[in-house]
């Protein structure tokens, strides 16, 4: 059962992924829940928490140029399942170019017939000087 439920996240972290590199709003709103937040702390220590609204206007200014992930662990029960995701991307936001790796908790529960992602947590893994990442 735990890998049909990898294979189950995998399919809905893909379906956002593929929704965010074509900045499709109504498929990212399809897959985020009304009540989305992105909870974190940024490479610089500051606190981070963004609604969907605010999540939705700053990809507007993004340049996209990667996101990979990997699922790394799955727990669910009923409606709710909840997925370990260590994931990188690389974006131009606000003439900055980013390039992070982090490991991701996302949070996503049944509504109704589809599945819709209500919260994510993002910690920032740093680099290991000499050491791929």
Known sequence: ????RVDQLSALESA????????????????M???FKLVGVRPTGEPISVDLDAWVRALSAMEI??????????VGT?????????????????????EE????????????????VIRRHTSFVPSVSGADS
Do not use: Y
């Open 33 to 35: 829940h009304p009540d």
């Open 78 to 98: 009923g409606d709710t399942l909840i997925g370990t995701v260590d994931a990188c991307w690389k974006v131009r936001f606000m003439h900055q170019c980013i």
């Open 1 to 4: 059962m735990a890998a049909s």
């Open 65 to 74: 140029v990667a996101v990979e992930f990997n699922v790394i662990e799955v």
């Open 101 to 116: 790796r982090v490991l991701l908790t996302d949070v996503w529960v049944r509504a109704g017939d589809r599945w819709q």
């Open 16 to 31: 956002w992924r593929a929704a965010l590199l074509a900045k499709d709003e109504a498929a990212l709103r399809e897959l």
